[in-house]
């Protein structure tokens, strides 16, 4: 099958497309033919490995010491299950699926095997019906990421909820599914993206980048920073002032993404009723991976990036 390794931890041109031995399911296990891969700013972190000097050693000792060990990288992937394992339960050849490996990586391959039981080593659920491939793959990352840290939050109707970062992965899910949940929801993102985040039924917008928006700050029951603790600005400082309760601003950072089927059959159901639906900004054929990386690597994508890996 053909895969896409990271040779060594560097730039993207470090990523080469080899042929791989075709994957075989143990009795526990289902193969997947993948047809799409997100490229995630996971991706990028662990391609890249540049990571603050504090957790270098923890980094290289848990995904490699000079590449990521499990050579195919890739954490979410959408596909169509070829084979099962005789202890398979939930799943049967041809159904269409959605998931993340995890810790275990390889989405960004023809098959990779699967456990159908949720671990650190990834989720599989069946996929929305509505919706391609390409864009599963932006509902598995960015619905997992949304859902998990807003339900920290235990939004009420009429709450109002700040989602900084909303034109980003799970940024774009996240004001789609606090308006779902009832909330006022203000969001923040740059002057480019203003009418696009507003197409997603925010009843607010700030712009991080005007200095006046920190004056237009109210007060939040509940501040969502989906796009990380690496990214900031004055806006986002100031947010963190702006609620009633301190534990309630919760940054998508705080602990590590859960694989959750449970998640993944919740963000199906909200998806087909067409009460969320996953951005993709762009595909790139499987051949142009290292484009994907250098446009994913810069920091602005508009929801979600994928690779097409089949059709
Ligand atoms: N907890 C976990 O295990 C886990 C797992 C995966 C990812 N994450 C975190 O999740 C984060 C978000 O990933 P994602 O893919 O959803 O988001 P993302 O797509 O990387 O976010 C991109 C968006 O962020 C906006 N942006 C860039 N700098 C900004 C700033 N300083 N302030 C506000 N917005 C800014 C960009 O808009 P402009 O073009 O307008 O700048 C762009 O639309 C990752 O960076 C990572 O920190 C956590």
């Given at each position: ?71 195919i ?70 619905g997992l ?17 700040l ?24 969001a ?84 087909e009723?067409n ?11 499987f ?25």
């Open positions: 099958m053909k895969a896409i390794i990271c040779k060594k931890y560097g730039p993207p041109e470090n990523l080469e497309i080899v042929e791989y031995k075709n994957p075989i399911p143990n009795d526990d296990e289902v193969l997947i033919k993948i047809y799409a891969a997100s490229v995630t700013d996971s991706d990028i972190f662990i391609r890249s490995s540049k990571v603050p000097f504090k957790l270098l050693i923890p980094f290289r000792f848990m995904i490699g010491i000079l590449k990521p060990r499990n050579g990288i890739g954490e979410v992937f959408s596909g169509v299950i070829e084979k099962i394992g005789t202890r398979i339960k939930r799943f049967k050849v041809g159904d269409q699926v959605y998931g993340l490996t995890g810790m275990s990586l390889g989405a960004y391959a023809d098959y990779k095997c699967m456990k159908e039981i949720d671990s650190k080593k990834g989720c599989i659920a069946i996929k929305p019906g509505n919706i391609t491939f390409e864009d599963a793959t932006s509902a598995a990352y960015g990421l949304a859902f998990q840290f807003l339900e920290k939050g235990n939004i009420q109707p009429k709450q109002k909820v989602i900084y970062g909303a034109s980003g992965t799970s940024g774009t899910i996240a004001v789609q599914y606090a308006k779902y949940l009832g909330a006022e929801v203000t923040v993102c740059s002057e480019k993206n203003i009418q696009f985040v507003k197409s997603l039924g925010a009843d607010k917008i700030l712009d991080y980048t005007k200095a006046d928006s920190i004056s237009k700050l109210e007060v939040y029951d509940l501040v969502l920073d989906s796009v990380g603790k690496r990214k900031t600005s004055q806006l986002k400082e100031a947010c963190k002032l702006s609620i009633k309760d301190k534990s309630k601003f919760v940054s998508i950072d705080n602990e590590a993404l859960v694989c959750s089927s449970d998640r993944l059959n919740k963000i199906k159901q909200l998806v009723a009460k969320i639906s996953p951005i993709t900004d762009r595909c790139y054929p051949e142009q991976i290292i484009n994907a990386h250098r446009y994913v690597e810069q920091g602005h994508k508009k929801g979600n990036v994928a690779i097409t890996v089949n059709t």
